[in-house]
C-alpha cells in the first residue's frame, strides 16, 4: 500500500484524540486514491471510500469530531456530541466488514437538532437548561430510523432557544445551553433560524448532513444563509414523536444538507407513518410506501414544468431599494434565465391576493394556543424532569429565575403574552379555531393552493428569505437550494439586537421551490435540475478562518487497533 503524507500545520491543532499523531504523518491518499474533503463531500463519495476500505466510518466520526472542535469555540453550532458516537460507528464498521450494509446511509455521521430526543447519554432540551437532564422513555422515531438506517448520531446541533419562540429581543441562533451560533460567510454573521447549528454543521462539513425543524422558515432560511440545500418536509411526511413543539399544525422535521441528493438521501429514511404522531397518518402514499426521492434526482426535471412567482409577497418597490434588494437581482437575473433555460416556463406575477390581507396577530394566535397545548404533551412524557417543569408557566418561572437563562437580557415576551391571551385556555376555543382556519384559507385558496389551481401550475418559486409563511400555515413543502450571495459592496446591516450581521458581501441566499402538500418528488427534482445547472454552493465560500482544518488523512487508521479514545 503506497501512502502519501503530507506535514500538515492543521494537525498540530489536533488535540481530541489521546495520542497524537505526528503532523508529518497526515496521508493524503492512499494507493494514489486522495481522500475526498470533507467541506464538500457527498454521501456517495463517502459510501465509495467505505467500500473501498480508504477509510472506516469510526474515522468518519474521529474526523468530525475533530472538524467541530476545529470551529466549537467561535461557531457554537453544535451542543454536545454522543460520547457512544466511535462504539457506534466501529460496530457498523464490522457489520460492513462482514457484508451487512444496512443502507445507504450506513456509518454516516450526522447531527440532529437540540429538539430532537434520542434514549442515550445526550440531552434534548431546545437550549433551555429546564430541560437539561431530563430523560426520555425511547427515542424518537427519527432517531430510531437513523439508528436502524446505519447513521451514527453524531451530536446535537445548536439552534435558536425554544425554536425562536421565547423573547422578542433576542438572537438568531442563541440559547443558554449552546451559546450564540454564528454563521461562517462573514464576521458575526448571523446564522439566521431557529435550526441554525444544523445549517452551519452541514454547511461545514462538521457531519455528513444534520436534520433541522420548523414551523415557519427554521429548516429554509437558516439553509439558505448558510449555503445548503434544506427540505421543509410536508407536516406529517416525518414524525414529530419526541421532538420539543411549537405548534403541532406547523411543525416538521426535514434534512439540510450540501446537496439535493444527499438532502434526498437522508428524507428517504426519516419520512413515513408513526405510530406516536397522528398527523403521519394522513401520509397518502398507498401503504405508506414514501416515494424515493433520490430518483427523483433528475436533470431534465425542469422540461415543460409551469412555475409561478407570487410576486406581491416580496417584490415591493421598499423591499427592492431596501438591504434585500440584491436577493430579487439574483432571482431576477440569475435564477429566471437558468428556469427557463432548462425548459421550464415563468408564469410571472401569479398574485397571492390573501397575503396582503391576513390580520397581523392570527400567526401569534395559533402559535400560542399550540405551544400551550402540545408543550404539556411533550413534557409529559419525560421519564426524569428534574426541574420538574409541566407547562409553559413552569418553564417561565424557571426561565425567569435561573441566571444562565439571561434572563431579562433576553425577555420571555411571547410566553407573557401567549399566557397573558389565552388566561387558562388552549387549541381547542373558537378563537383559535377561527384564527386556524382563516389561515387555512388566506393561504391555500387565496394564496399557494388557489394559484396552483388557476394557473395549473407544477410549483411556485420565490426567493427563500420570503417563501416561508403561506407554506407555514398549510404545512406544506419547500425545498430551499443555494442561489448566490450578496455582492462587494453590500452594506453590512446588523441584527434587531445588534450583536450580529445581517446582511454584508459574501453572504449567501437561497431559491426555494414550493407546491402542495405531499410534493416534495416533484420538488426535490426541480430543486436538483437547478442546483445541477448552477452548482452556486461551490462559488460562494465561508471565510477561511471559519473553515475547520482538520481532514480524513489525518485521523485514518487512528482507532484501529490502537486504542485509541475520543475525548469528549
Ligand atoms: C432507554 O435507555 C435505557 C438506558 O440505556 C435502556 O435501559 C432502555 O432499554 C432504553 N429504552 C428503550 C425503549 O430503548
Ligand atoms: C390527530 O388527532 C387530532 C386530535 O385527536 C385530530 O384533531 C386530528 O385530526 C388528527 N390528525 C390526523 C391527520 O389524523
Ligand atoms: C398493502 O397492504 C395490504 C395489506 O397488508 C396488502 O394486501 C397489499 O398488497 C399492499 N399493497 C401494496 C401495493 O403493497
Ligand atoms: C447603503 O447605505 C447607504 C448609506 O447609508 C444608503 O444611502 C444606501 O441606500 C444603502 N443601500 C442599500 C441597498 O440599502
Ligand atoms: C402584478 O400584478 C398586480 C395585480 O395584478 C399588479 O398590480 C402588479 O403591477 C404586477 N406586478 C408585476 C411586477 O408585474
Ligand atoms: C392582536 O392585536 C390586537 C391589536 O393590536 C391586540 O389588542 C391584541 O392583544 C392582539 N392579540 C394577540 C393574541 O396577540
Ligand atoms: C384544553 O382545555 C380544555 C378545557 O380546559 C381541556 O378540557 C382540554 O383537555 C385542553 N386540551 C389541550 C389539548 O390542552
Ligand atoms: C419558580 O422557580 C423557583 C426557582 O427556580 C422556585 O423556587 C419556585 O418555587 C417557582 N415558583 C413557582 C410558582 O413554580
Ligand atoms: C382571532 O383571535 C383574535 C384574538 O382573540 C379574535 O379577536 C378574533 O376574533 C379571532 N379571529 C377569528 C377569525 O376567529
Ligand atoms: C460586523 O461586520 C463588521 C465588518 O464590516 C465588523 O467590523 C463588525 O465587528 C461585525 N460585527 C458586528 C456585531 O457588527
Ligand atoms: C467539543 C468541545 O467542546 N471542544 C472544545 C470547544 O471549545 C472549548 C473552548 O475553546 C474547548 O475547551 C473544548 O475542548
Ligand atoms: C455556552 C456555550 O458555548 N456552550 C457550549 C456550546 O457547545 C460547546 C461544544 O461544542 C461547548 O464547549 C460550550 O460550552
Redesign the pocket.
Known sequence: MKVSLLCSLSAITFGLLTSAQSSCNTRTSINGTPFPSLLDVTAEELTTGLESGLFTSADLVNAYIARINDVNSTLRAVTQLNPDALAIAQRLDAERAKGTVRGPLHGLPILIKNNIGTNDSMDNTAGSYSLAGAKLPRDSTLAAKLTKAGAVILGKANLSQWANFRSDNSSNGWSAIGGQVVGAYFPDQDPSGSSSGSAVSSSLGLAFATLGSETDGSIISPSAINNVVGIKPTVGLTSRDLVIPLSEHQDTVGPIARTVKDAAYVLNVIAGYSPYDNYTSAIPFQNYTIPDYVAACNFSALRGKRIGIPRNVFDTPRIRQGRYGAILNSFDNYALPVLRAAGATIIDNTTWPGYDIEPANRTSVVFDGDF???L??YLAQLTYNPQNVHNLEDVRNFTQTFPLEDYPDRDTAVWDQALDYFD??????PQFWGNYTLGLELAGPQGLTGSIKNHSLDALIMPTFFASHFPAILGTPVVTVPMGSYPAGTNVTQNARGDLNATGPGIPFGLAFMAGKWSEETLIGMAYAFEQRTHVRGKVGPLAQNVPVTELGEVVGMSRGRGMEVKL
Not at 387558562?424 to 376555543?429: D, F, R, Y
Open positions: 400551550i397545548s402540545d404539556p404533551k387558562g385556555l388552549n387549541n381547542t376555543t
